[in-house]
């Protein structure tokens, strides 16, 4: 007997298919996926002119609700709400109203009153973002900037943005994922994407201890020698290691980390000579990856960062568009209903 | 029925109904006689007298009145959740005539004045009987022996640990002596809370894609093997309470063969739903132990067919909405489960899983010899009593739900199995709507 959830297709998807949240690329088609990368492409341009606006938000207020701390990723998102032509509205909430004892519903609601049309949510609780998106403010977009360990799909979408300009799709890519698996958001989007666009391989290079139970369910293989998994890579992508993973026994020490799967110029030169090297940041050298890789010929973890404001518009707007359809669709047939009433 | 509510004093005849109970196979159509709150008559002596109000029982089973050994009435304290008025009254609904009231209250029911209050609370508002259980260290803490033989005394049918664990394995292994000295029965969830940690979701398929933090089935399965070799040791009677793994149940049974006095039960859920409720982050499947795979649930069913697992429990637990207005991990676990174990469990019969004669036995006499209560239709007996139409169905809702708990298991969809009377020693303790 299953049980009656809502999927989550059901929740951030129009009747026609079209994106009114974005949650999880969970449930995404490739057709969708690709839409957001060539949407985002259109932005690019955007961010070279010397005027980088575009109206496509006017008149719309996007708050920024980051109850998790972020510099970078909220910077982005902040960006690329103003080039739509947003207001914007930025909250820390550890700061303000939760640590007075006020729920997360009623923070939301008070910012729904203030006549909010999108929230981009960063949360360490997995599964915020549905919450909110199904339970407190369905009539708010909710952007999901990260929660937990569950999903961080712009995030992915940008990376595979970087991927797809490097190396001109995804077909036949051999793909490594490096690092801690098990707490990481940023990789579960990842692994989905690339299956989704069609990668050929997807590697996950870890420990035992900094992988999830049953991560082979996903959609990649296990690989814990870092030698073998870097054999023929086009693209490898290192994690970020959080320094608490020392304390909760997972790993002796950051040195024998590096040692093992830290990424090293004498490591990378066992992929593909034209591998790509990735990171979502923010970097620890020396810990996941040596600076000459991070800094080297292969890294384009700047690109990253740049891709990171053109897919963030492209969320953004495919999203608004996808709620204002929905409004006026519910509007037509309500003036429907009404005529055929009077008829 | 003719005439308003069925009282005590009042005799009664049930006709049409198919008898069944868990000691022998159906009977059909047989009447029954209550009169002064037992069976009075069965069969031809029932049909040919006479009796102040009749129930006409066509298309319906008639079994003893549900057992449930683990449930939370949430009094004392948590007036928020529910009561016992309203959850005995959600009970009564269920086909329940007897619970058995989980020690985790605030305060604990580790002393005589907490179970006496139990106690005044069910017999001032409680249409069915409320059987306390006792907390078996002091303030649930896992630290101090409780007065056990003084909550016993007072009333209480068992110790158990609510649904804390017991973190000490030298505690645990004193308090299962001392309740062996007076013959007492502890009634332990097992859960290692090491292993257990901060995970609130099986550790499995759906953790792994949703960033979930997991529960490993070790954290049971650890926690079952040292309680069975403790059980062993001091000889106590060993009650496992609410299984959610497949190994659990293996476990149970090699001990059984061993001679250890082990019995086992398992919610009604966990028979039902997996880890896949979890796929939406529907903070209502937010349990403890948390719903585990396929092949768990598979095995539980199996072990409640061969009567490895003596009792299906309601694992009622109660919530005000705030509890589950959250992000998943935030929430409270726990389900309204009570109104609805017997519909869940004739799904369970519609799809084969189960025979109807297991699922009865699971909620009647299964439970009932756990706590020493006897649960059959004969002559004398106790007019405890379910009578239920399997084909009838009818839809929960939040408004529809008795329990002051509206997190039901099935919400907005419709359910087979209507209970059209509930008679605890005789008289009417839900008649049906």
């Not at chain 1, 129009?14 to 009114?20: F, I, P």
């Not at chain 1, 509205?89 to 939301?108: H, P, R, V």
């Not at chain 1, 870097?230 to 020490?253: C, F």
């Not at chain 2, 959850?87 to 020690?103: H, M």
């Amino acid at each position: 007997m299953t049980a009656n959830a809502a999927s989550p297709n059901h929740l951030q998807l129009t009747r026609d298919g079209q994106l009114r949240h974005f949650l999880t690329l969970d449930g995404l088609n490739r057709e969708l996926l690709t839409d957001i990368l060539d949407t985002a492409d259109s932005f690019i341009e955007v961010g070279e002119r010397s005027i980088k606006k575009v109206p496509l938000l006017r008149g719309r207020t996007v708050v920024n609700l980051f109850f998790e701390a972020s510099t970078r990723t909220r910077s982005t998102f902040e960006l690329a709400a103003k080039r739509l032509s947003a207001d914007v509205l930025n909250l820390d909430i550890n700061t303000s109203a939760t640590s007075k004892g006020e729920s997360l519903s009623d923070t939301l609601l008070n910012l729904e009153a203030m006549a909010s049309d999108m929230f981009v949510v960063r949360h360490a609780q997995s599964g915020a973002p549905h919450f909110i998106a199904q339970s407190v403010t369905p009539g708010v977009a909710i952007i999901n900037a990260g929660d937990g360990r569950h999903a961080h799909p712009t995030q992915a979408m940008l990376d595979m943005l970087t991927i797809r300009q490097h190396k001109g799709g995804f077909e036949g890519l051999k793909v490594a994922i490096v690092g801690d698996i098990l707490h990481s958001r940023v990789a579960r989007s990842q692994i989905r994407a690339l299956n989704e666009l069609g990668a050929e391989q997807i590697r996950v290079i870890a420990p035992g201890t900094l992988l999830p139970r049953d991560v082979e369910s996903l959609g990649c293989t296990v690989e814990y020698d870092m030698a073998k998994g870097m054999k023929d890579l086009d693209v490898v992508i290192m994690l970020r290691l959080q320094k608490e993973r020392m304390e909760g026994a997972l790993l002796p020490s950051e040195r024998e980390f590096y040692r093992l799967y830290g990424l090293s110029q004498d490591k990378l030169a066992l992929a593909h000579p034209e591998c790509i090297v990735m990171h979502p940041g923010p970097i620890n050298r020396g810990v996941e990856i040596e600076s000459a890789v991070a800094d080297g010929p292969q890294s384009v973890i700047l690109n990253q960062v740049t891709n990171g404001i053109a897919i963030r518009m492209a969320v953004m707007s495919m999203a608004m568009g996808g709620q204002v359809a929905e409004r006026q669709q519910k509007l037509n047939e309500l003036n429907e209903l009404n005529e055929r009433g009077l008829a | 029925m003719s005439g308003n509510t069925i009282s005590s004093s009042a005799s009664l005849k049930i006709t049409g109904g198919r008898l069944l109970d868990g000691h022998r196979s159906e009977t059909p159509n047989r009447a029954l006689l209550i009169r002064n709150g037992r069976i009075a008559a069965t069969g031809e002596a029932a049909e040919a007298a006479g009796a102040d109000q009749t129930f006409d029982a066509k298309g319906c089973v008639i079994t003893p009145g549900f057992v449930d050994l683990y449930c939370n009435l949430r009094e004392p304290g948590n007036g928020q959740k529910g009561n016992i008025v309203s959850e005995t009254r959600a009970a009564a609904r269920g086909g329940f005539t007897t619970v058995c009231a989980s020690p985790e209250t605030s305060p604990v029911n580790d002393s005589r004045a907490v179970t006496h209050l139990i106690q005044d609370g069910a017999d001032a508002g409680s249409p069915i009987r409320v059987l306390p259980v006792g907390a078996l260290t002091r303030g649930l803490e896992g630290e101090m022996l409780s007065d056990m033989a003084g909550l016993t005394a007072a009333g209480c049918i068992a110790l158990g640990n609510g649904s804390r664990g017991v973190r000490n394995a030298r505690v645990l292994r004193r308090c299962m002596a001392y309740a062996q000295t007076f013959g007492l029965t502890v009634m332990l969830r097992p859960e290692n809370q090491s292993l257990a940690a901060d995970g609130y979701a099986h550790d499995g398929l759906v953790t792994a894609r949703l960033g979930l933090l997991g529960i490993p089935e070790v954290a049971e399965t650890a926690s079952v093997m040292e309680m069975l070799l403790l059980a062993e040791e001091t000889g106590v009677k060993l009650h496992l309470s609410q299984l959610s793994c497949g190994r659990s149940v293996e476990m149970v049974a090699d001990a059984r063969r061993r001679g250890i006095a082990v019995t086992a039960d398992v919610a009604m859920h966990q028979l039902v739903f997996t880890e896949d409720a979890l796929a939406g982050f529907d903070s209502r499947f937010h349990l403890r132990p948390p719903l585990r795979s396929e092949a768990d649930r598979k095995a539980l069913v199996a072990g409640v067919r061969e009567g490895v697992i003596d009792a299906i429990v309601s694992q009622h637990l109660p919530h005000e909405s705030a509890a589950k207005q959250a992000p998943l991990p935030d929430t409270e676990p726990g389900l309204s489960s009570i109104e609805s174990v017997l519909s869940l469990g004739l799904g369970l019969v519609k799809r084969g899983e189960l025979t109807l004669a297991e699922l009865v036995r699971g909620l009647t006499s299964g439970p009932a010899s756990v706590i020493g209560l006897p649960a059959s239709i004969s002559q004398d007996e106790i007019a405890d009593l379910c009578v239920f139409d399997p084909d009838a169905n009818w839809t929960p809702s939040s408004q529809s739900l008795v329990s002051a708990g509206h997190h039901a298991p099935v919400l907005g969809q419709p359910l087979p199995g209507v209970v059209r009377l509930t008679l605890a020693e005789g008289r009417e303790a839900w008649g049906g709507a």
